[in-house]
């Protein structure tokens, strides 16, 4: 515990960090990158480009700081970075860099504020929140490898089979090089590659995009333009090569109490919501899945979903297009709207509301949320990034 002068200094200062947040957090990446090259591999460097991860730390930093006699308040984003943490293999060494490269940052931005005395209780207080961190990544690490076919670190996977599932998204089934057996993950969490690609090591998250139980891993990914990893595999990347992949973590789970699911996504934002529909349907529970795409050639798994729907009473799907070409056939043209979720759920409102996709979607799902009437914590979402960016 903090003592009572540490925790007034920080509140006290919590205005001035706030202020000047995202100049500390771009200060601190740079610096912490020429410091201890070893980290870079960890962090997604196209993120870096857009400013995303500086932002996105900079509101941690403050938040913790505002919230430093209330920790509770923290719980659900606390719970986010673990598994964000867990997924990269993060290590408890690691922090004392992050540590000492944060208050360098903070010395260098906030210049003579920057007092003895206020450097010495960010650090306590960061000191704090890292020992809170490590318990508890240490507890999924552990949770992961006691599980039946779990593991704790890298395991080896072989690639069996690539399939496209649409012009832009490709699928890749993983099965362990050791023949064993695989943990039963939970719909909607993902996995991390670890990769070499030309000399340089990277880590990337991908959702799993199947239903947990089966002999294999699938992720299902967009080849995004420019992009190092997505390109490598889908171009480089074949059946028989083999990859070091970590245990699957995410807090973005399905919740199993059999109310009525609505799984709202665009764009690749489909994989995790398959994985949901694929392990909800035994259960009879009512799932509207609602998909937007630009058209029919870009969208994946329309005729899995189908067929499910075909078979299913209680699977009703709907997709919109805002770009369809002449050979499409969407249920509705434009964008998502709250008149269109309303008109497919009737008079539901006590559902479980999970959405994913590109930032503007979400921007716009949760606006639909919240105007349906959806129990907030009821609506479920990931996002990279600062939350309230989904509210403007």
């Known amino acids: 515990m903090l003592d009572a002068a540490t925790v007034a200094t920080i509140k006290a200062t919590v205005p001035a960090v706030k202020a000047h947040a995202e100049q ?163 719909p909607g969490q993902f996995l991390t590659l670890v990769l070499d690609i030309d000399g340089q090591s990277v880590r990337r998250n991908y959702s799993l995009s199947d239903a947990p139980g089966r002999d294999y891993f699938r992720i299902s990914v967009k080849r995004e333009p420019e992009g190092l990893v997505s390109g490598y595999l889908h171009d480089t990347l074949q059946p028989g090569d083999s990859v070091n992949i970590l245990p699957p973590c995410g807090d973005f ?35 509207h899945f609602i998909h937007a795409a630009l058209n029919s050639q870009v969208h994946a798994f329309r005729a899995h979903v189908d067929e499910l729907a075909a078979a299913n009473s209680h699977v009703h799907a709907c997709y919109v297009y ?17 008149e269109l979720v309303a008109e497919q759920l009737g008079d539901e409102r006590d559902v479980e509301f999970y959405f994913l996709g590109p930032k503007p979607f979400m921007q716009q799902a949760r606006r639909i949320a919240s105007s349906l009437g959806v129990p907030e914590d009821q609506v479920h979402f990931e996002f990279f990034g600062p939350a309230e960016e989904l509210a403007s």
């Not at 789970?253 to 035994?282: E, Q, Y």
């Not at 369809?324 to 709207?337: M, Q």
């Open 322 to 338: 805002n770009e369809p070409s002449a050979d499409c056939e969407p249920h509705a043209r434009g964008f998502v709207s709250a």
């Open 24 to 186: 500390i957090t771009q200060c601190f990446y740079p610096l912490m990158f020429e410091r201890y090259p070893e980290v870079i591999p960890y962090f997604n460097q196209s993120h870096q480009g857009t400013g995303s991860q500086a932002r996105a730390l900079a509101n941690a930093v403050v938040a913790y700081g505002a919230n430093i006699d209330a920790l509770g308040n923290l719980d659900e984003a606390v719970s986010r970075i673990v598994h964000k943490h867990c997924a990269l293999g993060i290590q408890p060494h690691q922090y004392d860099i992050v540590g000492e490269c944060l208050l360098a940052a903070i010395a260098e931005v906030l210049g003579e504020a920057a007092t003895e005395e206020v450097l010495a209780a960010w650090g306590a207080a960061y000191g704090q929140l890292a020992g809170l961190l490590i318990e508890a990544e240490e507890a999924v690490y552990a949770a992961n490898a006691a599980q039946p076919g779990g593991w704790r670190g890298e395991r080896r996977f072989e690639l069996v089979e690539k399939v496209p599932e649409s012009a832009v998204i490709t699928s890749f089934y993983f099965r362990p090089a050791d023949g064993g057996e695989l943990p039963r993950f939970r």
């Open 253 to 287: 789970v399905l919740r199993d109490n059999g109310k009525p699911l609505v799984l709202l996504t665009g764009g690749v934002g489909i994989t995790p919501a398959i994985s949901m529909l694929n392990s909800a349907l035994p259960s009879g529970r009512g799932i």
